[in-house]
C-alpha cells in the first residue's frame, strides 16, 4: 500500500514510545545501557544456515532487537527482557499446549537498526528456523517494515517498542500483529490531557524537535486539545542534534506558558534540560517531558532533572505509587531483573517481558502454535495483569492499560540514592498517574 511505504520511508526512530534511540536525523541517544550482552548459541549478527523444525517437545519463538546500531540503547535491555522470560517459562517446566508441556527455543536475532536487515531477520527466523511467533521493534521503522513481511508470511508479531498509530490502523495493521506498548502519538495525547486535566494548564508552550517524533507528539497533543476549550498553545520547533538550543527556549519562555512541554528526544533533551537550568528556564514555569526513558534520563545530570516532571511509560521504581497490587507486581519484577543485573530495567525491557509472557498465554489458550488461533485466543481472553497493572487488548491490536502513564518528577543529588542501583538511575520518583480516556484513540479512529 502507499501508505505503508510512506510510513517505512518518513520514519526514522519511532517508539513511544515513543521512544527509542536515536536515529538520523534523531539525536543519538545516551548513554547506551550496559546489561549483559544479548549471548546464545542462536543470537547472531550474521544469516544463520537453514534449521529444522524444533526438536519434539519444543516449539521456537523469535525474538528481534537492535543490539547494534543507533538502536541498540534500548534493544540491548529488550532482549534481556525476552530471554528473562524464555528462561523463566522453561525453568517452570515449559509451555501447555493441549496437555503437553513445551520447552522453548528462542531464536534471537540483530536487527542492526536497519529495517531491511529486519526483513531478512524475519525470513530466517520464520521460514528457515520455523517460529511461528515473534517479538520485536527497537525502533518504529523496523516496526512498521516487520507488519508488512507478516502479512505475506502469517505470524503472531508482538512490537514491544513505541510505534507510529497508524501501525494499528486497519488498512495497515496485518491480521495477527499487535504492539505491547503505545504510539508515538498517544505520548502526546497523555501529556496533553494531563497538562491541561490535572495540571490545570491554560497556556502552554509546546518545545518540540522538529522531525517524526516531535510531530508524532504534536498529533496527538492537537488532536485533545479540540475537545479543551479555552486551553491555549504555541509550537516551538528546535533543530535536531543542535548544540545550542536557548534561542529557542527563549521563544518558549516569551509565551509566558503556564507549562513548557518538552519533545525532544535523547542527545537533545539531555542538552535541553541542561540550558533550561542555567538560563533558569524552571523559575518562570514548570517543564513537563512528554516521554521519559532511562538510555538518555540518566544522562541528564541530577541538577538539571530536579523538579523536572515527565511522563513515564513505566518506571523501575514504583514505590509510592497508591496502588500495592502495581508496586508488589513492579518490585519482583525488578528483584527477578536484577539477579546477575547491575542496572535497572527500561520500560521497553519489561514489555518485552511481558510481550513473551503474553506469546505463551496465547498458545496455551489456543493449544496452538498456529498464528491465527493464538491471535484469535487473546482477543476472546484479553485481559491480563503485568508490571504495569491491568491490561487488556483491543480489537486494533494494542493494549488499553488500566495506568496509561505515570508522571514523575526528577530528582536531585541529595535525594539519589544507590543502594539498589547505580545512583543515575534514581533520576525520579512517582508523584501522579495519567489514568484518563484520552491516551489511546477510539476504535472508529483506527478504521474499526
Not at 503437553?100 to 525470513?123: C, H, L, T, W
Not at 521493534?137 to 508488512?148: D, Q, T
Not at 510505534?163 to 491480521?175: G, I, L, Q, S, T
Request: aromatic residues 10%; positive net charge; glycine residues 10%.
Amino acid at each position: 500500500m502507499n501508505i505503508t511505504k510512506r510510513l517505512i520511508g518518513m520514519i526514522g526512530l519511532l517508539t513511544i514510545l515513543i521512544v527509542q534511540a536515536a536515529c538520523a536525523p534523531a539525536p543519538t541517544a545516551t548513554p547506551v545501557p550496559t546489561t549483559k550482552p544479548a549471548a546464545s548459541s542462536s543470537a547472531s549478527s550474521v544469516a544463520a544456515p537453514t534449521a529444522a523444525p524444533a526438536a519434539a517437545g519444543t516449539v521456537k519463538i523469535g525474538a528481534m532487537y537492535s543490539l547494534t546500531g543507533s538502536g541498540a540503547a534500548i534493544g540491548t535491555g529488550q532482549m534481556e527482557g525476552a530471554k528473562m522470560a524464555i528462561d523463566e517459562i522453561n525453568k517452570n517446566g515449559g509451555i501447555n499446549i493441549g496437555g503437553v508441556k513445551m520447552k522453548i527455543e528462542g531464536v534471537y536475532r540483530d536487527d542492526e537498526s536497519n529495517p531491511q536487515v529486519a526483513v531478512a531477520r524475519f525470513n530466517e527466523i520464520v521460514k528457515d528456523q520455523k517460529a511461528t511467533a515473534l517479538v520485536a521493534g527497537s525502533l518504529g521503522n523496523i516496526s512498521i517494515a516487520i507488519n508488512e513481511e507478516v502479512k505475506k508470511t502469517k505470524t503472531l508479531f508482538i512490537a514491544t517498542n513505541g510505534v507510529p498509530e497508524d501501525f494499528f490502523k486497519k488498512e495497515v495493521k496485518a491480521p495477527t500483529s499487535l504492539c505491547i506498548v503505545a504510539a508515538s502519538e498517544w505520548a502526546g495525547r497523555g501529556a496533553g490531557a494531563y497538562m491541561a486535566d490535572q495540571m490545570k494548564a491554560k497556556r502552554i508552550a509546546n518545545f518540540m524537535p522538529d522531525y517524526s517524533i516531535g510531530q508524532g507528539t504534536m498529533k496527538g497533543f492537537e488532536a485533545v486539545m479540540k475537545d479543551r476549550k479555552g486551553v491555549e498553545f504555541q509550537t516551538i520547533w528546535h533543530p535536531v542534534n543542535s548544540p545550542d538550543l536557548t534561542s529557542y527556549l527563549i521563544k518558549a519562555l516569551e509565551y509566558k506558558p503556564d507549562v513548557v512541554f518538552v519533545g525532544s528526544w535523547g542527545a537533545d533533551a539531555v542538552n535541553a534540560l541542561k540550558q533550561a537550568l542555567e538560563m533558569g528556564a524552571g523559575k518562570k514555569a514548570p517543564l513537563f517531558h512528554f516521554w521519559l526513558m532511562n538510555a538518555f534520563a540518566t544522562g541528564i545530570p541530577a541538577n538539571a532533572m530536579e523538579g523536572v516532571k515527565g511522563q513515564m511509560f513505566w518506571y523501575h521504581d514504583m514505590r509510592g505509587f497508591s496502588d500495592a497490587d502495581v508496586v508488589n507486581a513492579s518490585e519482583e519484577f525488578v528483584k527477578k531483573w536484577m539477579d546477575g543485573r547491575k542496572e535497572p530495567p527500561d520500560p521497553y525491557a519489561m514489555s518485552t517481558y511481558y510481550g513473551v509472557m503474553e506469546i505463551a498465554r496465547a498458545m496455551e489458550l489456543s493449544k496452538s502454535t498456529d498464528p491465527d488461533k493464538m491471535y484469535a485466543a487473546l482477543m476472546a481472553n484479553p485481559e491480563w495483569k503485568g508490571a504495569k497493572g491491568p491490561a487488556k487488548w483491543r480489537t486494533d491490536g494494542a493494549v488499553v492499560y488500566k495506568y496509561s502513564t505515570w508522571i514523575v518528577a526528577g530528582k536531585g543529588e541529595s535525594e539519589r540514592k544507590s543502594d539498589r542501583y547505580p545512583t543515575k538511575f534514581d533520576f525520579a520518583k512517582i508523584v501522579d498517574v495519567y489514568s484518563g480516556d484520552a491516551f489511546v484513540p477510539p476504535l472508529s479512529a483506527m478504521g474499526y
